[in-house]
């Protein structure tokens, strides 16, 4: 986690404003996409074109051409809920706006900052996500084609090759349990609200909206100057599933699983069997040679701009003669464990410790 932030922070994403879009999507697509590499790469496809035409929209209307703009994002899918489920959903974080190639006239690309998106805006980009996808998911036999309802085919590859799996996999999208002697039944919750059963409060703000099981909420964005604020937001896409602090044991001998924020219906928590958090742990596993950060348009590992829009090596901390000489720094993204234990922690608990190279400061200690 926190390597990935440093490297993202210090090495890949330019000195320019970000947004964050979070895209979550109906319970079926979120099973059949956890036992799918090639749908979950289709979807986040459809989702990152059409979050990247809102910008490239943004600086054609100025007059830029279309031909010569490219957006850029980096995206973490995320696997799991707070309540150790299955539910893959898409963090992109976004450049605030495109960069202009100038490559033919010999001058490096300008970033041309697009406006916030509106509540209007918002609403129209899920649409747009929700038709593409639900429209991708007839295609592939995973929805009924030839009706206006979408309707599930019962088309499912994971349930013919590995049925435990996916009996695990499809009570954890469903917050169930679905083996030992509480199998069926839903996970034990903690703590209780003014809810009734079933009662579902959907929750409306700022550039937030939802349609047919879709959700986006696109109300974070951080300005460019500052990247403790932006390193902050990665540690958090880039979070395990599991955190080991909110983890204890009652004297039953069950696992206590306490959420950071209390739910809409008031649950604090979760109870698990340790056969139950095995099974839990089991169905958020990510598939072999899957991907789950991944980036794109000028960010892209082989975008033609993305050398000449990383951050600087002066912007990376590195000054003097090593930044006129273009030296790279040596600890973040070295691969230096030393350095990574310093950008961490305050730098005086290692008052004492070597020095590492030329280790560019924190942004947290800024």
């Known amino acids: 986690m926190a390597q990935t932030a440093a490297h993202l922070v210090e090495r890949v994403i330019p000195w320019v404003p970000t947004r964050q879009w979070v895209v979550s999507v109906p319970v079926p697509l979120r099973y059949w996409m956890a ?4 749908l ?28 010569q703009v490219q957006p850029g994002s980096v995206t973490f899918i995320q696997r799991f809920g707070s309540a150790i489920n299955l539910n893959l959903h ?11 190639d100038r490559t033919e006239a010999g001058l490096n690309p300008r970033f041309v900052k697009a406006e916030p998106p509106s509540d209007a805006d918002i609403t129209k980009i ?96 951080i300005p460019a100057h500052r990247r403790d604020q932006f390193e902050r937001l990665i ?12 983890h204890t044991e009652d004297d039953h001998g069950d696992l206590v699983y306490m959420f950071t924020r209390p739910w809409s219906d008031g649950t604090t928590g979760i109870k698990l069997s340790p056969l139950e958090l095995l099974e839990k742990l089991a169905a958020i596993v ?24 990383i951050p600087t090596l002066r912007q990376q901390g590195v000054d003097g003669d090593k930044a006129k000489t273009g030296t790279p720094p040596t600890g973040i993204g070295a691969g230096c464990w030393a350095a990574y234990l310093i950008w961490i922690w305050p730098p005086v608990l290692f008052a004492d410790v070597a020095h590492c190279g030329s280790l560019p400061p924190s942004p947290m200690s800024r």
């Open 126 to 221: 899920l649409q747009k996500i929700s038709h593409r996808v639900i429209r991708k998911l007839r295609r592939l036999g995973y929805l009924e084609a030839g009706i206006e309802a979408a309707v599930a085919t019962g088309y499912d590859p994971l349930l013919d090759n590995e049925p435990e799996l996916a009996r695990a996999m499809a009570a954890s999208v469903k917050q169930r349990i679905a083996f030992g002697e509480h199998a069926g039944e839903k996970v034990r919750r903690i703590g209780s609200g003014f809810g009734y059963e079933g009662e579902r409060p959907e929750l409306t703000g700022p550039r937030c909206a939802s349609v047919n099981g879709f959700s986006l909420h696109a109300n974070t964005n």
């Open 35 to 38: 036992s799918s590499q090639d």
């Open 40 to 67: 979950t790469a289709q979807v986040h496809t459809i989702i990152r074109t059409a979050i990247g035409q809102y910008y490239v929209h943004q600086a054609v209307t100025r007059g830029v051409p279309r031909d």
């Open 286 to 309: 990510p598939l072999p040679r899957v991907h789950l950060v991944r980036y794109g348009g000028c960010l892209a590992p082989h975008s033609t701009l993305r050398a000449a829009i």
């Open 235 to 246: 540690r958090d896409t880039a979070r395990g599933a599991v955190s080991l602090e909110r």
């Open 90 to 100: 898409f963090h992109c974080v976004f450049l605030e706006g495109v960069y202009l």
